[in-house]
Nanobody, 120 residues
Framework: QVQLVESGGGLVQAGGSLRLSCAAS????????MGWFRQAPGKEREFVSG????????SLADSVKGRFTISRDNAKNTVYLQMNGLKPEDTAVYYC?????????????WGQGTQVTVSS
């Protein structure tokens, strides 16, 4: 079992930045690919970014490329999502996820989510 706890969400103006963190506990964190999904009101949950357990491979949704960066620190059991150039359409609840591959096609564990609100 893996427990995931997100932090770092909040309210920011358009063009601003936030860094989300996801702290993991339980089974061996470093053996899991990690990543982020988001869900805006009235929309389906969508993939944002994923990173392999080594950190050498990663993926970003087209909508966030050039603005978001994913990283992980296996010594701290934490994965990060640096979000720059935020837009109002980035407003959503952001969920941390753990899976066997960084494409996060079949998520094994979810966090409880953290709200990100971008004002125009």
């Amino acid at each position: 079992q893996v427990q995931l706890v997100e932090s770092g969400g909040g309210l920011v103006q358009a063009g601003g930045s936030l860094r989300l963190s996801c702290a993991a506990s339980g089974r061996t964190f470093s053996r899991y690919a990690m990543g982020w999904f988001r869900q805006a009101p009235g929309k389906e949950r969508e993939f944002v970014s994923g990173i392999s357990w080594t950190g050498r491979s990663s993926s970003l949704a087209d909508s966030v490329k050039g603005r978001f960066t994913i990283s992980r620190d296996n010594a701290k059991n934490t994965v990060y999502l640096q979000m720059n150039g935020l837009k109002p359409e980035d407003t959503a609840v952001y969920y941390c996820a753990a899976d066997s591959t960084y494409q996060l096609l079949s998520v094994d564990y979810w966090g409880q989510g953290t709200q990100v609100t971008v004002s125009s």
